[in-house]
């Protein structure tokens, strides 16, 4: 017997039926679609990244006496640069088990994971998306930190020299602050550099870098604004608060 | 009923697959078409006796008709064969190694019958000889290397088909051979008076 008649037999008795074409069309189709998915996830993790970076005032580290890196660390969003690293590693093997999806490099996969994540994400931060999602996440996983969170604990460390809080009274060299846990302290800003934006009204949510001078009362050394960080533009326009 | 010979050498490899899926029996037009051709294949990447290497085709076949409907028409068919041929391959030689079965068996010189006229031309001793010292260096090689090297050389592909088969981008090949190509340098160095070339 040929062995291609061979073959046939073999067929026939297994009962061997090849599989239909739609099954393979869904299966590649579904994995585009995990591409797709994947990317737009991405793109909305590394939107709060953006958000994160946006909101985090690095230069605080110059301040610091002691270990820059561990609060350098600490200042980066983790659970969103892992949540990017894992849906661009998904957008990847999806395209490469798709059915022509290992022409492509790894580093061409990477880079048009990234490059389409990065596209999006920038995107959906500049809609103002980027904040709403992290707000929603902090309202409803118990477990996570938000970045509003991290913040208020970085800035609540008067006996390091930071301090935060909201503009309670105003006077003439000091202001009274009740800060986030809701104790009032004394804040004396004569020589203090102030950012113009910083407006020191009552109100006003402001962040303070400077020292304990006794209880209930600290010394600022900068006055910055609460919302964003103080731009250099605003720094190039600053003054000096003095007597 | 099965196809004379003479209406499966008029069918275009489009319309083999085509043919096959409406009627069975022009699968067999396919088998007849490639048999040769992949037979020898299979024993280039080290499965060695004619028994094994058939009963690896005739899986690879089986696995070939069940996915008939995956062919993609922008591949050459005989690419789509050969990738399908060679994982059956990988898998059988992977059992045989799991079981203890890779000794060194007699060298079947058909392998190496079809090598380029290059070399110690004219003479059939030599050019078996070289045959079996090019199948021992091979042997050697790591499998990534190997591969590339007898669809290459031996199975005389372009980095597109190459690609295709192995389903590695086309500069992967590239950068492979040319690995590939060193680390045979270096063995046949390392026995100088097994090669003429």
Not at chain 1, 122 to 151: D, M, N, P, W
Not at chain 2, 15 to 40: G, I, N, T
Request: proline share 4%.
């Amino acid at each position: 017997m040929k062995p291609s008649e061979k073959l046939l037999q073999k067929i026939k008795e297994e009962q061997a039926e090849p599989a239909p074409r739609w099954h393979f069309a869904v299966k590649n189709k579904l994995l585009w679609a995990a591409f797709g998915l994947a990317a737009v996830l991405g793109a909305l993790a590394f939107s709060v990244i953006l958000f994160a970076i946006q909101q985090t005032d690095f230069s605080i580290l110059s301040h610091l006496s002691h270990s820059g890196l561990e609060l350098f660390l600490g200042l980066l969003p983790f659970f969103w640069i892992i949540l990017l690293v894992v849906f661009l590693l998904i957008a990847m093997y999806s395209v490469q088990y798709s059915r022509r999806g290992y022409k492509f490099t790894l580093a061409r996969l990477v880079g048009y994971s990234a490059a389409l994540s990065i596209l999006l994400g920038t995107l959906f931060f500049i809609g103002g998306g980027a904040q709403r999602l992290e707000q929603a996440f902090a309202v409803h996983v118990s477990i996570y930190e938000s970045i509003q969170e991290k913040k208020v604990k970085l800035w609540s460390m008067p006996e390091a020299g930071y301090l935060s809080g909201e503009i309670a009274e105003t006077g003439l060299d000091a202001f009274q602050l009740k800060d986030f846990q809701g104790k009032t302290w004394t804040v004396r800003y004569e020589g203090a550099f102030i950012p113009p934006v910083v407006l020191l009204e009552r109100g006003e949510k402001v962040k303070l870098i400077g020292e304990i001078a006794d209880d209930g009362a600290f010394a600022a050394a900068e006055v910055r604004p609460w919302g964003r960080m103080g731009n250099r533009k605003g720094e190039v326009g600053s003054r000096k608060r003095r007597d | 009923m099965h196809p004379s010979e003479e209406i499966c050498r008029q069918l275009s490899e489009q319309d083999l697959v085509r043919k096959s899926l409406e009627q069975m029996e022009y699968f067999s037009c396919l088998y007849d078409r490639y048999e040769a051709q992949l037979l020898r294949y299979v024993k280039r990447m080290g499965v060695l006796t004619d028994e094994e290497a058939e009963d690896v085709l005739q899986e690879a076949f089986l696995k070939i008709w069940k996915n008939l409907n995956a062919f993609d028409p922008a591949l050459k068919l005989s690419s789509w064969l050969y990738r399908i041929v060679h994982n059956q391959a990988i898998s059988c030689l992977r059992r045989k190694r799991s079981f203890g079965k890779d000794k060194k068996e007699a060298f079947d010189d058909k392998r190496f019958s079809d090598l380029p006229d290059e070399g110690p031309a004219g003479n059939p001793e030599a050019m078996e000889e070289t045959g079996r010292h090019i199948h021992e260096i091979l042997d050697e090689l790591p499998l990534k290397y190997k591969e590339v090297l007898v669809l290459k050389f031996l199975e005389n592909m372009s980095y597109e088909e190459i690609s295709d088969v192995l389903k590695i981008p086309e500069g992967t090949v590239a950068t492979r051979i040319n690995r590939a190509k060193k680390a045979f340098r270096e063995i046949a160095e390392r026995h100088p008076e097994n090669l003429v070339l």
